[in-house]
């Protein structure tokens, strides 16, 4: 590796870690004649992966814009960027195991919803009712009931993300992600 500063080809890894839940290493290099030190990022060259949308469109495979889809699912939830990025590579992992040059985008968000059931709720919700375009209020309480009742199947107690009595619609309303909001990073003690 070349120095960026006085292009000397002599140059050390000092620290070499590997990206937390990316196909990536992060060297920390330093120049052998300046002494200065630099970043290099390794990533895995992969095969090529399209996804087939639902209108027969194909476009290539972009690991950050599935992140971004579930990151907005996950918006104010207790869900951590470190959890997220990990559903991505697993998701990923699992795509290009099943070695095809191309895979559906249904196939994508089934793999996306079956993560986020085990994972939040909620975000699985707001989700599904994206992704499976939701016609109506019977839709949702239907995907409230699937939860509900895994939850009970696996015998794991937690409370349902929104009660399916009461004002459906309102309760819709609130599960729906905020489109153009920024994801925030989950605060610490919700870790
Ligand atoms: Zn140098």
Redesign the pocket.
């Known amino acids: 590796m070349r120095?960026?500063?006085?292009?000397?080809t002599?140059?050390k890894v000092v620290d070499s870690r590997e990206v937390v839940n990316t196909f990536e290493v992060r060297r920390r290099r330093e120049?052998?004649?300046?002494?200065?030190r630099f970043t290099t990022y390794e990533r895995i060259e992969q095969n090529p992966l399209a996804v087939i949308k639902k209108d027969g469109r194909r476009e290539e495979f972009r690991p950050e814009k599935l992140n971004h889809a579930i990151s907005m699912a996950c918006h104010k939830r207790p869900v951590s960027t470190e959890i997220i990025n990990k559903i991505c590579v697993e998701i990923e992992a699992a795509l290009r195991n099943e070695e095809k040059s191309e895979v559906p985008s249904s196939r994508v968000g089934e793999m996306v919803m079956e993560k986020l059931r085990n994972t939040d709720k909620v975000a699985y919700i707001r989700f599904a009712s994206i992704y499976r375009e939701f016609a109506d209020v019977k839709d949702f309480r239907q995907a409230i009931k699937e939860v509900s009742r895994r939850e009970k199947n696996t015998g794991i107690n937690v409370k349902p993300p929104v009660s399916a009595e009461g004002n459906s619609a309102e309760n819709k309303a609130e599960c729906m992600p905020v489109r153009s909001a920024v994801p925030e990073t989950v605060p610490e003690k919700n870790r």
Request: glycine residues 0%.
């Open positions: 120095c960026p500063f006085c292009t000397a002599e140059t120049c052998e004649v300046c002494h200065k």
